[in-house]
């Protein structure tokens, strides 16, 4: 590794409430604690992995506010930009399915920390101060019209810095209910970006992405690219859902010259699917900052972290470098380790 | 749907102690606590899909009994038909098997309250007031030979009210222990029911029906129809068993003339195998109380409904309609719903 | 059966801690409790089928030695051989994998009381009063050139009063650390053995064996016998791995005229993969000692029995006799028993 | 018992999180769940003593809101009047102290089902038929102006049908958050009540109450009484806390001529502090029912009722009338029935 | 200790089914497993302190009576005299009170095998070959008149053959239901006895013993033994209840000639009081079997046996016997054992 | 507070592994996990309260040291000056006693990093850069002699910089085994230390320390002080042990001039008695560095501190300055907040 790049990554932190068992929320006695968000599992992944990485947010610090902050102290990520405010912590309740019982999923994040967050909030001078890379998701600019125009004041100012910027757009129907149309807020900001991660609705939605008749998902990148052709990549998660525990995935990447796809991971017994296209986000930035030449081992990493997250409890990726290389490279599969 | 029918289920009220988390019984320090039994299961998941739903049994009022008939309350079942009796809760164990060790079950149910239940005890004009549908199994029969002929009193009371009567044959070999042969209190019964859902082994030991040599699974509901002409409608649930966690299931009715299979329902991560045959029993009532003239259609519901079954913890199948309704149409199987 | 078998087995008994519900080591707030040990697994699978069994080994008599020695009780293993000795009982630690994460073992088993034993440490005309078979396995003459030397004189006695003696080769790359080489004692302890259990890698390492170009994994046995031609039979584990959680097994043995092997086990949802080759030996062992002339039902006795155990947790094959006979001859896979 | 009451309570539904075995917030990898609130935790305790309740609430229909629902009726609490709206389940969060370590709650009831209820929501002339008894507290005028109006409209309708209406002030510094001074809402509340339950401070804050110098905590009930002449009875609820796990508690109640102060309950481990005021209100309201005459019998059953409460886990006390009665009577204290 | 005393008991052997954490039945959604009963837990206590002591009962070979018999294995407990037969495992649930809510218990023991055991089925010289001492209980004559006569058979003959008898006379008003009274059995038990523990409630109706008016609970021992002069010793057991987790015991023991009583030991942090008077029992029958010349030293050994089974879960003393002797030094009470 | 002051601590970090629920040993299915250790618990406790702390000790990175570490940050400890080394994890087994029966250990730490640190391996100008206070115990120099060098190297070099250096005696019988009298090494430790705690036994055995005659444990820090004038205070830790429950603690200190004592906290439900001490010597570290002159302040501060350790669950103190604040106090004790 030649350099050791410093990843800001920027979004709400979240408290996930989930069945134990695959219970019913109706048959629980009890909630697992997890903490995560689409940015805070791409920043412990990264920070588990060896790179210094430092999170972003606004929330209370009551006390599961810090509670959520000492989880990602706990993996080494710096919380020093994070700073104090909102009324309550993002929560959302998990009903975890299995076979033909899918998960539910209730959101109750409404007057969050980054909902209520404004511009000038923050110092974007000093958070950003050493970073090489900045990482947001469209979740963010989803929140509320202020939380959107507060990132789009980040981005930009990490843009002019020179500093590489990569979103994941992350579409929710459930959010943007804030009255804009989301296309307002997210074409800008992926102006202002230079690696994005989407699949087809997000693109369509979020951008306004213009599809052909015959295209699949696998041309989604193609197309995001050449609607934007200053990106400099453009990425695109593929899941295949045959229940709620078998999905297959694979990754793929463009540089608006050539196209490389992940072989297919197969999961046949998932552990935990939440946080999967995260942990594939994680890998794309980790994979462009250490294999930037080579693609096709920057989509097989990409795919064996998202994998591999399926076989780990909680919303984040939590493992070491070598078992996401030793899996890239198909290595000894769950064999123990003795 | 153009009637909110009003369904009375009659039957024991077991408790049900497992094993946690694959443990074989020697090796547990505690057993899982759950209520059920064939008939309450059809009930509580008619009640949860929005139907009118009662439950008569007789119980003791000790804790258990309480807790179990509070159960039945917390699923919307209206638990006014039951009263006091019996010496105690009847109750079965189950070591929860998986892969190629299968579950074991041992039955702890002598002196219940149904067990001891006579002619005479049930006010049955008052309980079948207002009663669109009258269902029981082949378990209360099963249990002596006062339990049959207080079953055979209610069937033939809810019969001569009009009531649609519908029958699980549920043979039970560890039961039917009191001297009486099974077909002696069955084929009086079947002949005052209306429905009737049963395999081969069922068909043959408690009403003595005859197949033919090349008959399958799926020739059952016919031959049992062709024994008892007067019956509407005749039914079977397919069971493919490859492990204790690998199941496939269908079902077939027909009603005389026709014969309808669903498709099959491929299952292989069962979270729990028991009640399947119950939940297809609710789906067939309910399919035949709301799709009557569409058999390819209750089929299919009464196959989702058995599926489902099999992703939910405990006897009874848990869930709301619309889960069942998206399983049949095969929308979005086991994706996330947010 | 004929003659009930005394089989010894000897060798360490180690506490083992493990994840619960597929956590990674540092997300758990409890480690699950086992007891268990290559030549213990044995002992216990034996005794559990109505095999009268004993344990000779040498540990701490504090609480955790204590609770260690229950656990075979429990298990109807006579402990009586067993002696206090050793400062600490082993210990090992397993990250419990799933899908694509394998497991992981941290192996904490220095100064254990087998670690330090010595010869004339144990009495073994005394242990071995009335034994008719003697178990142990290359991990004890891993441990130190002390409990190599004390396991090399058990097996020559043994030998010399007619004992018949088994020796699974187990070899664990993370012991033999004391600076001899493997062969020094793994061969003259086969000279003195009758019957072989091991793999390719185990006997290329541990007794030098050599093996032709196109060998495959189910020539080991021929090839271990060509080399220890006293041999009476030698055996070895094939085991195909997926995932951590989808392993497919079988067992070769031969005599040294022919080579049988069992049938595949295909074993999708494994729910505990260690201790699966102790209960191949144990099967081997039972089977050798009742169904002797026809090595057919030995194998595929052998390859039930590690079938069974990847569907119970802990380390030992804890079941009863019928239920492999059961799953040998393919009866009701998984079905409930009710 | 010469009549069966009909009791209607009315406010909130909550969804409460504590921390399992003391820990803290921070330690905890789960949180218990409960559903409770002041008025719920009346009406579960009457409903358990055979009293006809329904609650009146409103909430959203969530899988957190349906289950909380479930668990009223789990209860016997007739749920008919309550409905759809808001946005979300009222939440808090209990950390569970012992010892010097006191307990921390976390409320995160903004923008919930009541906050948001306004005046013409409830179709009062429908909810209030029949029922004897209405049941509120100082809780639901603090959630919002609007809530506030919406409850005066309810408490002043029931007052005009001669129906009594009893109020617990339980005043909650963290509420009373939207201006209003709490005494606007509160004089009016109360002049349109029959019965009061409140310490020394709900009362001065609340309704302006002036006590002389040396009034105690004993003197709470005539001051009221004084200030509201047309109060049929005025109580208050009397605790000493030595620490987190042992309290010691009484309760007082006047009818404007006479004084009664129950016997004091002295409880060394207590398992479950919280709703220990609603017990005792829930033990006024049954002894103002049944013994209401004999104001003695009323203060020693409401402090039996809350003495119990401290030994039952969760918000509400769940128990059956024969144990407050033999409590009260001083029977068998912890006596092992068998 | 001048000889090792082989001690046989007898009586059923019962599966425990508790709530955990203190909670109600309804309220659980598992049991925690305990396996005892009145003279089980006598043995498991005495087999604990290194004597040799063996069980006799009567119980189905299914999965829990198997589970159970391997539970006294794991003690120490010879179970070769027991036998498989009846139709079940004799059952109770017990509701864990705190505070001043006390425990409830339900028992479910019909039909189980000690309930059916008759004359005839045991053949007592084999049972009773060289053993020294025969312990039983009132309880085994309180199921059934068969059960009552088998009884009487063993204790007749065991006191023929010179065995020393001791009964702990255990009176359950929930039992006793068969129709004799209990006089007719208890009273020609203890003339064949030698050592009997009881109080007061016990000795007058099981016994017919006789009080005078002033006699406190100190005195039954005196009164029994003036009824039986045969008697050796007769003890009783002590007990104040303050609360489900608050008891004081204390031992008093006499020879006809003195009366010694134990120091009183106050608990006020009680884990599991069941079991508490067994194990007092077994503190008995080590006393008088090891210090006999001393009956101060039995009595507070005895007491300190019941003090300490309160600080142990399940129904059975589970210690060493330096544990013991420390508590009846007044050792270190409490203090870490670093 | 005038200075942020930068404490290190050194010594080893221990895992805990404990018996849930006041289980035996030889009753738990499973341990609690918990990292400690009497110099990381006094880091824990000052980092959480705002102090900048690191930690110096060495220990090996595999899955369990990784996990140690990551506690400390979770808990704000800077773990920059802990490095790889050793063979294992220290360890130790906590059986968890209650009333009567007190709590056991087990150590299990041989072979650890700290034991076998050795000179020269800590690079001592470094990690103790800017810092103002260094802790450390006698349990580092009781482990092996080359641990003892290494420590006192540290020490001396600490004092040599003008740190403050501060000691907790800490002696434990079952260590100390290297054949070197303790005195030999604490007596120049302590005289290269400005600050030490201790209690009697501590002082006798470790420094040989003379006690008169009449001399009670709140004599101890006058008689360490006269022994070692140079110190600038001496501690002593007062507890009163009535059972594993109930403790009551005080605090005494001198500066040899005037002795100051705590006023006594009474604990009848101790959470977790581990770690009581830990959290006394960081209450005095935390007190001598904020409220210096007011020693009065800091002995209560200190006992305070002690106090809530034992509310909660592990071995260090996890709570925020102001609890600590609100207890000494004598604020709200055991409210709660809400």
Known sequence: MNHNFKTLCFGELLLRLSTP???????????????????????????????????????????????????????????????????????????????????????????????TLKTGMIDWDKVLENVDWFHYSGITPALSQDAAKACLEGVRIAKSKGITVSCDLNYRSKLWKYGDAPQKWMVPLIEASDIVLGGKNDASILLGTQFQENDGYEDVPKRIKEQFPHLKYVATNLRQSFSATHNRISCVITDGIETYQSRWFDMPNMLDRVGGGDALMAGLIYGLQHFKSDLDKVV???????????????????????????????????????
Chains 1, 2, 3, 4, 5, 6 share one sequence.
């Not at 309550?88 to 998990?94: A, E, H, N």
């Not at 984040?316 to 198909?330: N, P, S, T």
Request: aromatic residues 10%; glycine residues 12%.
């Open 21 to 115: 068992s695959h219970l019913r929320v109706e048959q629980s006695t009890s909630f697992n604690i997890d903490y995560g968000g689409a940015e805070a599992n791409v920043a412990i992944a990264l920070s588990n992995w060896g790179g210094e990485t430092s999170y972003l947010t606004r929330l209370p610090f009551n006390f599961l506010g810090k509670s959520a902050l000492k989880f990602l102290k706990y993996n080494n990520v710096d919380t020093n930009p994070s700073f104090e405010g909102g009324d309550r912590l993002g929560t959302y309740y998990l009903e975890v399915g299995i076979g033909d019982r899918g998960s539910n999923i209730e959101y109750d994040r409404a007057n969050s920390g980054m909902s």
């Open 300 to 338: 097989n990493f990409a795919g064996s972290s998202s994998c591999l997250k399926h076989s780990i409890k909680g919303d984040a990726l939590i493992c070491e470098l070598d078992e996401v290389l030793r899996l890239m490279e198909g290595q000894d599969s769950g064999l123990v380790q003795r």
